[in-house]
């Protein structure tokens, strides 16, 4: 199966057979992606309680939980990869998620929509209105993203918090971009991440 | 209750010790068994029953002659696929379906009664491991277990854990809280109150705690029940009539339900065993157990090392076994490093979900015997 392409940069870069935590695993598809072709230990935790039946449906180990409070039930560096795909501009913290990342898993994977994305730029600036993109397809009242970031957000928040970025990856719809002027380009960022 | 016709029995070859010290002699365990065991013996699942549950969970019951207790999860087909696996279910020790409790006879040839000793979840265990140890079977596909059945399954990872492969462990928990001993001691309470109990030694006078009995499982029912299923089934309903009597009849269909339940229940099930069993689940408390010293136990440390998998499934309306029992659990398994599922899934049904129809249910509990 084909994963979304910020996911297939992630599975492109875990180690074979390292223990990975995936935080907001949705349908296990990256899970069972990097089960089957890397041998990986996956775990998951989801919020939504439908996800997590398909996940244990197909096998996975997925629990059903919140990252904002069930995070802290983890060990410290329990996992080689902590990955949060999608899922940091919905925290209640962002801030103490990133800390959380860098606290259960040796390193971290974060993906997340780049609020900065020209379009989105172009459509709160003459539109007037929150940006509602193939990015972002939900209105503002019924979004979980309670905290847009964009790519320069992101990188201030790693330095702030001592986090080396390894490594980063960007994309316009399905395609991969380069790192220059990524801020106004890119529509999604992966940033690899350890402190 | 009469006198239950005789399961597949094994008898245990040496006495099995117990927790409080003693150890029992001549046990025998009763059980029943679906679907073929693979020559590797690699494909047997142990179902472990409830505290009123016993071995007839995918047959017929031979005293009431209902359909067994988790007959839309374990058969040809179902979930839990006889067909594909070798299921084993026994009478936990203790119990009154054929296995050795307090209406079993003592050495000195007469029933037990009080004379029985008390019984940990840990002691049902370990007579079941003797079971499997009989049958050849070093290691199950899978346990799996609801209520006290759960506690059984999760009583076994943490003190065989070599013994199973998968650890299902639906609507449980790994203590008893104080609410949960509560309840019990109404029970117990009910039934030795009961004229009829005589100190327990009512097995071969004419009387037995029936109304004590039916009492006990009257308010051990309504722990099993949600207030939205007692609402939406009965409401302020009135039963067969159209007023209210002014008397203490069974005016309301609640009421007339929770009779008919206890005194159903009292022609299933013996009064002494409701007594060890519940107390054996009041005891329960797996971090202590695994304590260096008392109170200090931490979950975690029961599951340390643990090579199974597990998956906890709870139920949102249970407020007898809560979502955060099963919630803790996970979070001791995590902090093992155990491989864990687990999810909450919605009935309206309160802790009794478990043994009804739900189709989420089916689909985790199918995929994760995978």
Redesign the interface.
Known sequence: MTLRPDLAAIAAHVAKGSRVLDIGCGDGALMAELESTLGV?A?GLELN?AQ??R???????????DADS?LA???DK?FDYAILSQTLQTAKRPDLMLDELLRVGAKAFVSFPNFAHWRTRAALMFGGRMPVTSALPLSWYETQNIHHVTIDDFRELARAKGAQIERSWFFAGEKQIGAPAANWRAEFAVFELSR | MATPPASKSFALPNDLPLDCGQALSNVEIAYESYGELAADKSNAVLICHALTGDQYLASPHPVTGKPGWWEQMVGPGKPIDTDRFHVICANVIGSCMGSTGPMSDGLDGKPYAMRFPVITIRDMVRGLVVLLDGMGIERLHSVVGGSMGGMQALSLAANWPDRAERVLVIASTARHSAQNIAFHEVGRQAIMADPAWQDGDYYASDASPDNGLAVARMAAHITYLSEEGLTAKFGRRLQDRSSKSFGFDADFQVESYLRYQGSGFTQRFDANSYLYITRAMDYFDLADEFAKTPGSGKLADAFAGTGS?F?LVSFDTDWLYPTAES?HI??AL??A?A????????APHGHDSFLLEHA?LD??V???L?
């Not at chain 1, 244990?56 to 059903?64: C, D």
């Not at chain 2, 491989?339 to 919605?346: D, G, I, M, Q, T």
């Open positions: 230990d775990r309680p997590v039946e996940c244990v449906a197909r096998g996975l180990s997925v629990v059903q939980g069930d039930n983890y060990p329990a | 998998r998956c919630r996970v979070h995590n902090a490093g491989k864990v599922s687990f999810v909450e899934l919605s989420a689909r985790v199918q995929g994760f995978e």
